[in-house]
C-alpha cells in the first residue's frame, strides 16, 4: 500500500462488504486519508472495547457494532466505502504491530468486529468470502442434505441443537475440527465433518485471528527494519500518535462553565474532580511542590475546566511560595505557567490531557502524575477510592476492572458510584469527568419555582 497525495485507485473485485485482509491491495492513499480513514476505524475499535468491557451480551454487541461501523465507516462516494474499510485496517495495522500489547488489543478487536460482521451477511455472501480466500469448507447441495439429513437430526438432538431444511451445513475435513469430533458434537462421513453455519463462523472467525496475529508479527519487523526510518519525516509521527489519539470532544477551553472561581477550588475538587486530579490538587496542597509532570497535567486540567490565568498563578504561587520562596516561584515557575495558557513563547494554546495520555505515561520516583488505577498499588487505590465514598459491591467492581487493565472502565464505575447516575459514554477525559460530575450536580440543587 502506498502513500500518495494523488487520486486513489479503485480496488479489485472481490466480496462486496467484507475483506479477510490477507495481504495489502495496490491501492494509492492520499497522505490526508491516512490518518482520518485510520481515526474512523480507531473509534469502531474503541466503541468495542468499551462494550466488552462492561460485559454486553452478544446480541447487545451485535446490534451496536452494526451502529458503529455504519456511523463511522461510511463514505460519501458509495464506491470508495470498501476501500476506507481496507486503508484504515492496514494503517491500523501499522500502528497497533509495534508493541506487544498494542497488537494484543488490536488483534481482540478486529477478530470481534470480523466475527459481527461475518455474522450480519448473508449466507450467500459468507459462502461467496470463504471460496474467495479458498477456506475448505463446501456447503452440501440439497441431494447431499437429503442422503445424510436423518443422521444430521441425530446429532442435532443429541446437543440440544435445531436442525431443519434451512439450516445449512457445510463438510470440514474433520482435523480442522478436533474439539467437535472429540465432543462428537458433528455428524463424520469419509474424512469429513459435516458442521452447521453457526459452527463455521466460529471456524472462519478463528482462522482470521490466527491470519491476523501472524501478520502483526511480520508488520512489526518490517516497520523496525525499514519503514519507521524511511518514514520518521511523514508517517512515523502518525503512526506513533494514533495509538494514544484522544476522539473526544476538545476541552482547551471551558464550555459549559465559563470559569471557576479560585475560592471555589477546593470544593469543586472534592466534588467533581476525577481521582487523577484529586490526588494531585492534594499532593499540591500537601507538599506545596509538585514536579513538572505533575504541574502540567493538573495546570492543563484547570485551564480546562475553567481557572483564569490570574487566578492560576495565585494559586500556584501560594502554595509553591511556601517551599521555594516568592522570588525563586516568580522565575523559575510563573513563566511555564503563562505559556501553558497560551501567553507566552509560541503561545501555543495547550490542551489538557486526555485519559489515553495519562495512562500511557510512565511516572519516575516521587513523581505524582499518571492514572492512579494504573500506577497506585491495590492497597493505595482502595484507600483512595474509600476516600472518594466508593465502597461495598462498587468498590469490588472497580477493583475488578483494574486487574483486567480496563482503567477508564474503572474510572466510569467510579463516577457512576459517586453520583448514583449512569455514563454510558464512558469516562474518556478528566475534563469530560469534571464537566459531567457539574451537569448532575446543577440539575440536582437548581431552585425549583
Known amino acids: 500500500m502506498e502513500i500518495v497525495r494523488s487520486q486513489r485507485k479503485p480496488v479489485a473485485d472481490g466480496p462486496p462488504n467484507l475483506s479477510l485482509y490477507r495481504s495489502a491491495p495496490p491501492l494509492e492513499v492520499r497522505l490526508e486519508d491516512f490518518e482520518l480513514y485510520a481515526i474512523d476505524r480507531l473509534r469502531v475499535l474503541k466503541g468495542i472495547s468499551d462494550g466488552l468491557s462492561r460485559g454486553k451480551k452478544p446480541e447487545e454487541m451485535e446490534k451496536m457494532v452494526s451502529e458503529l461501523w455504519r456511523a463511522n465507516m461510511r463514505h460519501q462516494d458509495a464506491s470508495e466505502v470498501m476501500n476506507k474499510d481496507i486503508i484504515s485496517h492496514f494503517v491500523l495495522r501499522l500502528v497497533y504491530c509495534r508493541t506487544e500489547d498494542l497488537r494484543k488489543w488490536f488483534l481482540s478487536m478486529e477478530t470481534t468486529l470480523f466475527r459481527y460482521r461475518f455474522r450480519l451477511e448473508s449466507p450467500e455472501s459468507q459462502r461467496m468470502l470463504m471460496a474467495e480466500f479458498q477456506l475448505p469448507y463446501k456447503a452440501l447441495s440439497n441431494a447431499e442434505f437429503e442422503s445424510v439429513k ?21 463438510k470440514v475435513p474433520f482435523e ?63 503512526v506513533e500518535a494514533l495509538s494514544n489519539s484522544y476522539l473526544g470532544p476538545d476541552y482547551s477551553q471551558p464550555k459549559e462553565f465559563a470559569e471557576i472561581c479560585l475560592k471555589d477550588i477546593d470544593q469543586l475538587a472534592s466534588n467533581s474532580f476525577p481521582l487523577c486530579m484529586r490526588h494531585l490538587f492534594g499532593k499540591l496542597r500537601e507538599d506545596h511542590h509538585l514536579k513538572h509532570g505533575g504541574r502540567m497535567q493538573l495546570g492543563l486540567f484547570l485551564k480546562g475546566v475553567g481557572l483564569k490565568l490570574d487566578d492560576a498563578l495565585a494559586l ?41 495520555k495519562i495512562i500511557s505515561s510512565t511516572p519516575g520516583v516521587g513523581d505524582h502524575h499518571g492514572c492512579p488505577y494504573r500506577h497506585f498499588s491495590e492497597e493505595n487505590l482502595r484507600a483512595a477510592l474509600g476516600k472518594m465514598g466508593v465502597g461495598g459491591h462498587a468498590l ?39 464537566s459531567q460530575s457539574q451537569k448532575i450536580l446543577k440539575s440536582r440543587f437548581q431552585p425549583t419555582t
Request: a positive charge.
Open 150 to 170: 436423518d443422521k444430521l437430526g441425530q446429532v442435532a438432538r443429541s446437543i440440544g441443537q435445531p436442525s431443519n431444511a434451512e439450516t445449512i451445513f457445510f
Open 176 to 238: 480442522e475440527v478436533p474439539e467437535l469430533v472429540a465432543s462428537r458434537r458433528v455428524f463424520l462421513l469419509k474424512g469429513y465433518a459435516y458442521v452447521a453455519m453457526n459452527q463455521v463462523v466460529s471456524l472462519v472467525v478463528t482462522q482470521f485471528r490466527s491470519n491476523l496475529s501472524k501478520a502483526l508479527v511480520l508488520t512489526n519487523r518490517k516497520w523496525t527494519s525499514t519503514i519507521r526510518e524511511q518514514e520518521k519525516e511523514r508517517l512515523t509521527p502518525i
Open 396 to 434: 469490588d467492581d472497580v477493583m475488578d476492572k483494574v486487574r483486567n487493565r480496563h482503567y477508564q472502565l474503572a474510572c466510569t464505575l467510579t463516577f457512576e458510584a459517586i453520583h448514583a447516575a449512569s455514563c454510558d459514554t464512558g469516562i474518556n477525559h478528566p475534563n469530560q469527568y469534571f
Open 316 to 356: 500556584w504561587k501560594m502554595e509553591f511560595s511556601q517551599k521555594i520562596g516568592t522570588e525563586r516561584f516568580d522565575k523559575e515557575y510563573a513563566y511555564n505557567i503563562r505559556h501553558n495558557y497560551g501567553k507566552e513563547g509560541k503561545r501555543t494554546d495547550y490542551i489538557p490531557y486526555s485519559c489515553q
